[in-house]
């Protein structure tokens, strides 16, 4: 009930998805900051590729000279030179 509510609110303020909190939240400035909300695990982080487990499913990052500037319980900061991304599984 209080899903259908939340979602209920969320459509008639007419806020983006992400406002429940559900599903990850990407913000991307340029190609070099990258910052991810709502994740769930870091599969992968290389220098190349940045791999996080999210309820959509895993969300990749392809790239060079990826750094890990901060993580926190829930959100993550990378910076480098971006390439693409992409989701794999998760619900579609």
């Given amino acids: ?3 259908k509510l939340q979602k209920s609110a969320v459509n008639i303020l007419e806020l983006p998805p992400e406002a429940l909190g559900d599903g990850p939240k990407i913000s991307i400035s340029g190609r070099q900051h ?3 909300e709502n994740f ?3 599969l992968t982080f290389s220098d190349q ?3 996080l487990l999210t309820s959509e499913g895993e ?3 392809t790239g060079k000279s990826f750094v890990l500037k901060s ?3 829930t959100e993550i900061r990378i910076e ?3 390439t693409s991304l992409t989701f794999r599984g998760g619900q579609g």
């Fill in 49 to 51: 590729e940045v791999c």
């Fill in 34 to 36: 990258i910052v991810v």
């Fill in 80 to 82: 480098g030179e971006l």
């Fill in 1 to 3: 009930m209080l899903e």
């Fill in 40 to 42: 769930e695990n870091v």
């Fill in 59 to 61: 969300l990749c990052f």
């Fill in 71 to 73: 993580i926190l319980p």
